[in-house]
C-alpha cells in the first residue's frame, strides 16, 4: 500500500507562484508513475499533470503547458508540480496519484491517492 502526503497548497495572488510536494511511503518510487490531479468547486476531477516510470517523460493539460512543471526526486521518493502564472482558474484542490502503470490521464487508473491540498488563487 502506498501512502501519499501532500504540501505545499496556499493562497496567492494572481501571477504568482506555489510549489506542490507530495512524499511517498513506497520504497519502490521509482517505479511508480506518479501524476497531479486537480478538483475545481463545482467540477469534476481533472489532469494536471504526469511523470512517467520510465524515460521521465512527462504530460501535462494544455491550460497549465508552459506555467507547470512536474519533477521527481526519487531519492527523497517526492514528486512536486512548479506552478506558475498562476490564474484564477487553477484555484482547486489538488491531488497527488501514483500507480504501478503506464501514464493515463483517466483518474480511475490510478490506484493511490493522497487527502489533496487547497490552492486558491485570488484576481
Known amino acids: 500500500q502506498v501512502q501519499l502526503v501532500e504540501s505545499g497548497g496556499g493562497l496567492v495572488q494572481a501571477g504568482g507562484s506555489l510549489r506542490l510536494s507530495c512524499a511517498a511511503s513506497e520504497r519502490t518510487f521509482s517505479r511508480l508513475t506518479m501524476a497531479w490531479f486537480r478538483q475545481p468547486p463545482g467540477k469534476e476531477r481533472e489532469f494536471v499533470a504526469a511523470?512517467?516510470?520510465?524515460?521521465?517523460?512527462?504530460y501535462y493539460r494544455d491550460s497549465v503547458k508552459g506555467r507547470f512543471t512536474i519533477s521527481r526526486d526519487n531519492a527523497q521518493n517526492t514528486v512536486s508540480l512548479q506552478m506558475n502564472s498562476l490564474k484564477p482558474e487553477d484555484t482547486a484542490v489538488y491531488y497527488c496519484a501514483a500507480d504501478s502503470g503506464d501514464v493515463t490521464i483517466t483518474s480511475d487508473r490510478y490506484d493511490y491517492w493522497g487527502q489533496g491540498t487547497q490552492v486558491t488563487v485570488s484576481s
Open positions: 511523470l512517467s516510470r520510465i524515460g521521465g517523460r512527462t
